[in-house]
């Protein structure tokens, strides 16, 4: 069951990764283990950094949350952290974190995230989030597709 839900975490990080356009960090790489070359420096950052972009991301900055989050997702491959972080960025109102949560959530083994998940991705339709409408209208075609 452990190695389930690791492959899963696994899958979704990288399904993250992708949506961002980061190269993926490699699998097996564990929890807080240092990064290897592939994962994006870029997205790194310090304690410093982190508590500055925390206080800001509950203050209601989605830039912030969304910083936290793509370090979480693509450094230290912390992907309940980056669940997290993704969530305050989608409620402080970012598109980009609303669609990155649904992604992430479609591999996602706990039920509460892909439900979650897919309302982020309505939210982000409605706000008008291209990769959302185009999402929810594949979904919708391969609905009415498949009871033809």
Request: charged fraction near 25%.
């Amino acid at each position: 069951m452990y190695r389930e839900i690791m492959m899963r975490t696994e899958l979704a990080l990288l399904l993250g990764l992708a949506c961002m356009g980061i190269a993926p960090v490699s699998f097996g790489q564990a929890k807080g283990q240092e990064p290897l070359p592939l994962a994006d420096s870029g997205l790194r950052l310090t304690a410093e950094q982190i508590k500055q972009n925390e206080i800001k991301a509950l203050d209601g900055s989605p830039e912030a949350a969304n910083k936290l989050a793509n370090h979480y997702q693509g450094w230290t491959n912390d992907v309940e952290k980056a669940m997290y972080w993704y969530q305050i960025a989608a409620e402080n109102g970012s598109t980009e974190a609303m669609w990155n949560y649904y992604e992430v959530s479609t591999v996602a083994t706990f039920p509460d995230w892909v439900r979650r998940g897919r309302f982020w991705l309505r939210k982000a339709a409605d706000l008008g989030d291209k990769h959302a409408i185009d999402a929810l209208r594949d979904e919708s075609g391969q609905k009415s597709g498949a009871s033809k």
